[in-house]
């Protein structure tokens, strides 16, 4: 925000983030858990590593014939039809 730079180009992030995800014997950096599993969706199997920001501890969701097998809750703070109000906040 502000310059000319590439901030994001969804759903990867141009700059490290929380979000990495692995696959296919590479990584890339997501812009969030929605994003991380959108680039999954493009790339296949693999996996996206993040933390709780509430506690901090490690969460991993693993993707395996398309299908996120992971037992876990992904909440949204803004509701999805409010998302493009402001991406970058999102």
């Known amino acids: 925000p502000g310059t000319d ?3 994001m180009v969804h759903p990867f992030s141009a700059i490290a983030t929380d979000f990495v995800v692995h ?5 890339w950096y997501a812009n969030c858990v929605w994003d991380g599993l959108s680039i999954l969706g493009i ?6 590593e993040t ?3 509430q506690t ?3 969460i991993r969701f693993d993707v395996l014939d398309g299908r996120v097998t992971t037992d876990a809750i ?7 039809r409010r998302f493009w109000d402001d991406i970058g906040f999102t």
Do not use: E
């Open 23 to 27: 696959a296919a014997g590479q990584q």
């Open 56 to 58: 901090g501890a490690p």
């Open 74 to 80: 992904v909440h949204f703070l803004v509701p999805a």
């Open 43 to 48: 790339v296949g199997d693999g996996k996206l």
């Open 5 to 7: 730079a590439v901030w």
């Open 51 to 53: 933390h709780s920001p």
